[in-house]
């Protein structure tokens, strides 16, 4: 059980960093990614690609940030102009575009079977070892995150892209370049998920196209808002309670010793209705976003 | 605020508490099967399999003794899900063995895992080589690609065509059957002139249709299953693309859920047991029983891998006189090659892959497939 | 020619009434709900019921289309409204619980296998080179019929116009004494008919299945996009654009530049080539193809 739980905590801790950046788009300054996952695929898949065809990781590492950080850059440019819910889908169809594009070139990605047998570079042969490995690497990683999301909420920078988020005129006034702000957002953004999808290769040795489905990126949205959008600790929160009813559902059916053919119905149907019992209980996340207010 | 979150961590506590208290006294084997999602209905029947035959064991005394018991988890062909489920299964379950998944991109991670953990895996219907690669401990009760392959390449190339034309999903399955199809169909001299991998889902095919038509083949080779097959056979009947001869790989499957009129003529290959008119009394009772207990016929033949799979793991069970890993492992090592099931003698090699597999001539007739 | 257009009619039909639905109900709510296309899913199970309980064809498609207009309708009553009072984000996500609720509910009620309608089959009528079976011929008709008459409803009564009044400026028509929410109401329950006879004529053509809602979710939000939100006729435009894009792209043969044998872009880059056509379309239209609303410059 302790295993399990030590598991559980490890995946909490990769979609925690994945969570923690999509609140720095969204929460900080609203901006509504909808292909946020594409961002931890590129990071899976540079390192996925790199066992394949047996590169170096001081050359796969910086190239998967490199190219995250592009695709966030490009995401910034289609902001330029687009409204709020028009961006949230053309991130959306770029990131389909981008999984159906590794999908189609099996020749370099493995294709829909994914690559296979990635083996992480501090691995030994010990399923205990390696987990309390994982776990001490993908703490301090969440660890960086939060510390980054929790500095960049209290500077400048953070104060910025809640003005553009509250009061984007305002944001231009002052002499706040948007689209330059929009763009390092979404590149800071970038780097975490690739560093959170490197550790999701490695972590589960294998790296497959349904990565970067796009109901992976609605479980992270579900995850930052129902927690509490903007807070940190409200996003680490939802992270926990999300993936944490993911996983003890089946321990629930279990338990009630329902009958194996109402399974999968039972669990899909737990999951929606807890979620939007704390949706609809607690609008604004559990832990909703402190803001000062002037009196 | 305070009072949700206590009630939700008395709940968490309660849940734990009594995932503790799993039943002791039976021998619990694990399944990950895609309940829910596209695969859904396959899944389906290959639960139904197991289920079939847990039954069937326990009727006959159980293993050394105990009962056999079942804990399946939904995969939703999602590996980190699958990776979950193998969690639970093996480190809270503590089961020696995982039965398990549709897809290939979910059994690879979990057999890996299942592998290093020195656990047993049984691969029940993934079939990509990439199989091959998992580990000592993964066993596959169903051929690979490279055998349904190779035996539709000779059987097509027999019924004199030379130029056919290739359909699959456009996944992990479809892709895998696509390369290995040609590497054999073009070994063995004939051509593959067009190839459509669709996108699974779609409301209609006719586009993809279209494309593969101009390429004037002799036969339209396909493999398809689930909600797609049903709209293929539609839309090219429709099309008028029956008239020429269509071919399907496990044939069962791709004509499941389709009128007869839609998909009579065709021909195909099926694993051996599944076609009517001829089995081993083994098989002719798979089939009666999966209608008498579900009200439907099978719906593929995964559902008799599926079954076999928990033959072979109870006979390991039996040979070793316990259900521990290691015991376990040794049985499967001695026993498992050499292993006759539902779908005929494993015959496997040191990969622990089939090297044999007996398939049938077949086509469709009234919506069933009939021997040739 | 006459093959390719009616390839494409026959795509833009299968997504535009629900395109159509999701549109017309974003302009009033202004939340992208992804529930939405689970009405289709549900319709096409229901119709399946009523098939099964002896009722007629059309029948059966009007029962579950008035069912699911009920349904949309409690469902916006109860979560939708509740939820939309924190913002859209929070509406979509609970959209999304909502969605993964009706898909088990109706897979522990109906199981994973795909229903079949088994209506008698059509005959095939061959026009030009081309093939079509009678079966899609009347659902196009449907379809069709179904648009020309929401048409009539948007364009030609006062009851359309204090609809498109609401969706364009919700202050000002409340000011001007139409009821808000009785228009919501009413609008969320056309949109639910809509999209339940859509899912019944798709599952008509083949069988219904329970990931239908999922498999539609991104091509209709696509084409609502590049028909503008909140305008609904718009968004069969958006459907229709698709459908080209996706006809053209599969079927030119590009055999000729490169040396005489056929050669076609692989069908497994089609969703991708909407995905791109939707992405220069909003390059070059931010706010849809057809997007007429006013903002303020």
């Not at chain 2, 040794?330 to 622990?352: S, V």
């Not at chain 3, 969706?167 to 008919?193: C, E, K, P, Q, Y």
């Not at chain 3, 080539?273 to 057809?290: D, E, K, N, Q, T």
Request: include cysteine; hydrophobic fraction near 50%; aromatic fraction near 8%.
């Amino acid at each position: 059980m302790f295993e399990f739980l030590l598991h559980i905590l490890c995946i909490i801790g990769i979609y925690a960093i994945v969570a923690l950046a999509l609140n720095l788009q969204a929460g900080y300054a609203g901006l509504l990614n909808f292909g946020h996952i594409a961002f931890v695929g590129i990071g899976a898949y540079a390192i996925g690609v790199g066992t394949q065809f047996d590169i170096s990781l001081w050359v796969v590492i910086p190239a998967g940030i490199l190219v995250a950080m592009l695709v966030g850059a490009m995401m910034a440019a289609l902001g330029r102009q687009l409204s709020a819910d028009y961006w949230g889908i053309a991130t959306l169809a770029l990131a389909e575009i981008i999984r159906i594009a590794i999908i189609n070139e099996d020749q370099l990605t493995g294709g829909a079977q994914g690559i296979g047998g990635i083996t992480a570079p501090w691995a030994t042969n010990n399923q205990l070892t390696d987990e309390l490995l994982f776990a001490a690497l993908i703490f301090a990683g969440v660890l960086l995150s939060t510390l980054i999301s929790v500095r960049f909420a209290q500077s400048r920078f953070g104060r910025a892209l809640r003005l553009l988020r509250e009061q984007p005129q305002l944001a231009i006034c002052m002499g706040y370049s948007l689209p330059w702000l929009k763009c390092k957002a979404l590149m800071c953004s970038a780097v975490m998920c690739a560093g959170a999808g490197m550790m999701l290769a490695w972590y589960t040795d294998y790296v497959s196209p349904d990565y970067l489905l796009s109901s992976e990126t609605f479980l992270v949205w579900s995850m930052v808002m129902i927690g509490g959008i903007g807070n940190v600790r409200g996003v680490l929160l939802g992270v926990v309670m999300v993936e944490g009813l993911y996983n003890f559902i089946p321990f629930a059916k279990d338990y009630l010793q329902i009958s194996s053919d109402l399974t999968g119905a039972l669990r899909l149907g737990l999951v929606g209705l807890v979620m939007l019992i704390c949706l609809l209980s607690r609008p604004g996340g559990i832990l909703p976003e402190k803001l000062r207010i002037l009196s | 605020m305070k009072r949700h979150l206590s009630q939700i961590v008395a709940a968490t506590g309660i849940t734990f508490v009594c995932s503790i208290n799993t039943a002791l006294a039976d021998v619990n084997l694990g399944a990950i099967l895609p309940l829910t999602g596209t695969s859904a209905s396959i899944g389906e029947d290959q639960r139904r399999g197991i289920e079939l035959a847990i039954e069937q064991i326990n009727a006959h005394g159980g293993v050394n003794g105990e009962k056999l018991s079942l804990i399946v988890e939904d995969s939703a062909s999602n590996p980190v899900t699958g990776l979950n489920a193998v969690r639970k299964l093996t480190q809270v379950n503590k089961v020696p063995l995982v039965v398990g998944d549709f897809s290939s991109s979910v059994t690879i991670p979990v057999g890996q895992y299942l592998v290093k953990n020195n656990l047993l895996h049984i691969n029940i219907s993934g079939t990509s080589t990439d199989v091959r690669k998992i580990g000592k401990t993964s066993y596959s009760v169903i051929g690979l690609d490279d055998l349904s392959a190779r035996f539709s390449a000779d059987d097509v190339l027999s019924l004199g065509y030379h130029k056919v034309a290739f359909v699959a999903p456009d996944g992990a399955y479809g892709q895998g059957m696509a390369e290995q199809f040609t590497k054999a169909f073009e070994k063995a001299g004939g051509k593959v002139v067009a190839k459509v991998l669709y996108t699974s889902g779609q409301p209609s095919y006719r586009r993809e249709l279209q494309q593969i038509s101009r390429s004037h083949p002799d036969a339209y080779v396909y493999t398809s299953y689930g909600q797609d097959a049903i709209v293929l056979n539609r839309e090219a009947w429709e099309l008028g693309m029956h008239q020429t001869p269509w071919y399907g790989m496990y044939l069962t499957m791709a004509i499941s859920g389709s009128s007869g009129q839609y998909t009579d003529g065709q021909l195909g290959m099926e694993v051996a047991e599944k076609a009517q008119g001829e089995a081993s009394s083994a098989g002719q009772s798979y089939a009666d029983n999966y209608q008498k207990q579900f009200k439907e016929k099978p719906r593929s033949v995964y559902g008799s891998y599926a079954y076999d799979s928990m033959m072979l793991a109870a006979a390991a069970i039996n040979t070793a006189k316990s259900a521990a890993p290691a015991a376990m492992i040794a049985a499967m090592q001695k026993i498992a090659p050499t292993f006759t099931g539902l779908t005929g003698t494993l015959n496997l090699d040191a990969d622990n892959q089939r090297q044999t597999q007996p398939y049938l001539k077949v086509k469709a007739l009234s919506g069933s497939p009939v021997n040739r | 020619m006459i093959q390719f257009l009616i390839d494409t009619l026959i795509r833009t039909a299968d997504l535009s009434l629900v395109a159509l639905g999701l549109s017309l109900v974003y302009g009033l709510v202004r939340f992208a709900n992804i529930a939405h296309v689970q009405y289709t899913m549900t319709g096409a199970f229901l119709t399946a019921e009523g098939l099964q309980l002896g009722m007629p064809f059309t029948m059966a498609i009007l029962c579950s289309a008035v069912i699911c207009g009920l349904l949309a309708v409690f469902l916006h009553y109860h979560v939708f409204a509740a939820l939309l009072k924190a913002g859209s984000a929070n509406a979509m996500i609970g959209s999304l619980a909502v969605s993964m609720m009706l898909v088990a509910v109706i897979l522990g009620a109906e199981g994973s296998a795909p229903i079949s309608y088994n209506l008698p089959i059509g005959t095939i009528w061959q026009i030009a080179d081309s093939r079509v079976s009678s079966d899609q011929i009347w659902s196009l008709a449907m379809t069709l019929l179904i648009i020309a008459a929401f048409c009539g409803l948007m364009f030609f009564t006062p009851q359309g116009r204090s609809i498109r009044a609401l969706a364009s400026n919700r202050d000002l028509a409340a000011a001007s004494g139409l009821n808000a929410s009785t228009i919501v109401h009413a609008v969320n329950f056309i949109a639910g008919m809509m999209a339940s006879v859509g899912g019944s004529i798709i599952a008509m053509n083949a069988s219904a299945y329970v990931n239908q809602g999922n498999d539609l979710i991104l091509p209709v939000l696509a084409a609502a996009i590049l028909g503008g939100l909140g305008n609904p006729i718009g968004a069969i435009l958006g459907a229709l654009l698709i459908a080209v894009t996706e006809t053209v792209v599969t079927n030119i043969d590009w055999g000729w530049l490169l040396g005489g044998e056929l050669m076609f872009i692989p069908t497994t880059w089609i969703n991708a080539s909407s995905f791109v056509i939707l992405l220069l379309a909003l390059l070059l239209r931010p706010y849809g193809l057809f997007d007429r609303e006013v903002r303020r410059v």
